[in-house]
């Protein structure tokens, strides 16, 4: 997508979410609302959702930082197919979402691969990263592995098969089934990846 696709989608969600009560909404969503706006967290950071022109801003945001468009795009959509539904600990691929199996090779690439990359060869270095980024430690899944809340009612799963000289490390994420329903599949796909680089350079900093 190009900026203006960005805005565009930023445009319309938050011309929706404008017609809805955010009392109701916050409820659904799973957010505080002080009367002015939504908070929540989102990526192991706070955002602020104002509700009377849904512009979206971190809770901490430093004046000349700007909120990055592809974030502020999925804060709103989560915000638009907030159900109510909690966290269901059932867990599937990407590829097993409705409509995911189109687009799970392109999800390889640009999620589990970089995954793969980064944590497949150094042990422990998910368990550092996950914990530093606010994430679960979830024993007996892969050589590591850690679940993530990513919105207040949306849980995401990495997990590292890690690599020697007889194996090839390998990897995957995986979603709360509650994630398909909130989200398209491109959003998903936004989402899981979006994740994946916050843990990368997460991992950047332990160094």
């Given amino acids: ?26 409820e659904l969503a ?38 990055p468009l592809t974030d502020a795009v999925l804060v709103l959509h989560y915000l638009q197919g907030a159900n109510g539904l909690k966290p269901t600990g059932t867990l599937e691929a990407y590829r097993q979402i409705p409509g995911g199996e189109f687009y799970a ?4 690439k640009r ?6 990359g980064t ?6 270095l998910l368990t ?19 679940i993530f809340r990513v919105f207040p009612n949306m849980d ?8 020697d000289e007889e194996f090839e490390a390998d990897g995957q994420v995986l979603f709360d089934k509650s994630v398909g329903l909130g989200l398209s599949i491109e959003d998903v796909s936004w989402l899981g990846s979006t994740l ?3 843990l990368m350079g997460a991992a950047k900093k332990l160094a």
Wanted: glycine share 10%; aromatic share 10%; proline share 2%.
């Fill in 30 to 67: 799973g957010a505080d609302f002080d009367g002015q706006a939504l908070s929540f967290l989102f990526l192991n950071r706070q955002v602020k959702v104002s509700a009377d022109s849904f512009t979206v801003s971190w809770a901490d945001q430093a004046e000349n930082e700007e909120f």
């Fill in 105 to 108: 090779a392109a999800f390889r």
């Fill in 156 to 163: 995401i799963l990495t997990m590292i098969h890690l690599g």
């Fill in 128 to 146: 550092k990263a996950a914990q530093a980024f606010g994430g679960l430690i979830k024993e007996g899944l892969g050589d590591e592995a850690a």
């Fill in 1 to 26: 997508m190009r900026t203006d696709d960005y805005k565009n989608a930023i445009k319309l969600a938050a011309q929706d979410l404008c017609g809805r009560n955010p009392q109701q909404l916050s």
């Fill in 119 to 124: 944590f497949g060869r150094k042990a422990g």
């Fill in 111 to 116: 999620a589990e691969l970089p995954l793969i």
């Fill in 196 to 198: 994946v680089y916050r």
